[in-house]
């Protein structure tokens, strides 16, 4: 049994991707793992560090309880939709809050380099499109994923094991959105 936690970074309440969430929380929960959800759209915090890094952002109670499940949990499932080739700005404003220096990652002083605060944890990635993801993947070259998953996750020590692309979002028929639900709550189920 893992403990799961699924962060979901589209900050509509009655987005697919909640519905995708809830499928794979489904997934999981028959497979006997622990879950624990945030919904970053309804969380209170400041979502730009007006300060930058130069000056400590105290976190608001929901950024603390956040960190937490984040701590506690084995593997972090991130949903969200691809906008403009990146995540809605409310989740790019929680990743600046939360994965921050001293908590996620530490400098090294007098070097360029870093320690990895989040070894140990893995992680993956459920977005969705309004192109094909053979056209994302293949014409774009990934951009919300690949950076995320190389230049987020693993700078702090978060292995991604598995990305999954869902799309065209936009126009699909009630029938292809229940085979990606489906396909979804079977990967949740195919948690180890």
Known sequence: MKKVLCING??????????LQAAFVKGLVASGH???EVFIGELSFEISLKKGYSERTEWETDLLNAWELIE??????????VWWSSMPAVMKGFIDRILIPGKAFKY???SPMWDKLLLGKTSEIICT???PPFYYKWFLGSPATKVFEKRVLNFVGIKNKRST???PI???TL?????????VENLGASIR
Do not use: C, T
């Not at 589209?10 to 519905?19: G, I, Q, V, W, Y």
């Not at 506690?72 to 939709?81: G, L, R, S």
């Not at 029938?175 to 396909?183: D, G, L, S």
């Open 10 to 19: 589209h900050p509509h309440e009655k987005s697919f991707n909640r519905a």
């Open 129 to 131: 499109l309004d192109y």
């Open 34 to 36: 622990q879950v624990d």
């Open 165 to 167: 692309l869902l799309g």
């Open 170 to 172: 936009r126009n699909s």
């Open 175 to 183: 029938e292809k959105r229940q085979m990606w639900i489906q396909k």
């Open 108 to 110: 090294r002083e007098n």
């Open 72 to 81: 506690k949990a084995d593997h972090i499932v991130w949903f969200y939709p």
